[in-house]
């Protein structure tokens, strides 16, 4: 009679292939994951305020224009952004279409602060922000303004109960009023 062949494999050889899977997936260097891009007073990587609709969508930075808040009147447009960045930027109402503010709400970062981090984070990253609690009832947010001094104009929108940042504007959120 032949040897019996064990179907399963020896618990220490899963554990072994497993480690070395995720050690391949973490090693520094992989083109997979793309770094968060940097977000400054002048934009959020290559989307700066102040560029032409037709040169972004030129560069597949954002996608078609699309009609923008309906309260801010006729004519206004805001177009989305494409990957990596997620969110929106909102363009002027006069020829060419310029970016007026960027609303940022993934895949990018102000000093290492992103959409998901806490508020202590911001606090150290930019210690003279100012944390604006007018809003915390009406939208359950507080709206933080980075000033000039301390690398700004940037604004972050952190969620009242979470205690995190869900979203970055430059030079402001945006709000639909």
Do not use: N, Y
């Not at 399963?8 to 072994?16: D, E, K, T």
């Not at 930075?61 to 009147?73: E, I, K, N, S």
């Not at 969110?87 to 998901?116: E, F, N, Q, Y």
């Amino acid at each position: 009679m032949p040897a019996r062949i064990p179907l399963r494999p020896p618990l220490a050889a899963v554990l072994a292939a497993a480690l070395l899977l995720a050690l391949g997936a973490a090693a520094p260097g992989r083109a997979d994951a793309p770094a968060a891009v940097e977000v400054t007073a002048a934009g959020a990587g290559a989307v700066k305020v102040g560029a032409t609709w037709r040169s972004l969508r030129a560069k597949r930075l954002v996608g078609p224009m699309r009609p923008g808040c309906p309260l801010a009147g006729p004519g206004t447009r805001s177009a989305r952004l494409r990957a990596p960045l997620q969110g929106s930027v909102d363009l002027t109402r006069r020829s060419p279409r310029r970016v007026r503010t960027i609303a940022i709400t993934g895949g990018a970062t102000a000093r290492g602060v992103g959409v998901g981090s806490t508020s202590a984070q911001l606090r150290a990253a930019f210690p003279r922000a100012r944390f604006d609690h007018a809003t915390d009832e009406t939208f359950e947010a507080t709206l933080v303004r980075v000033p000039r001094s301390d690398g700004g104009p940037l604004q972050f929108m952190v969620g009242v109960r979470a205690d995190r940042v869900i979203m970055i504007g430059v030079p402001r959120i945006p709000f639909c009023e």
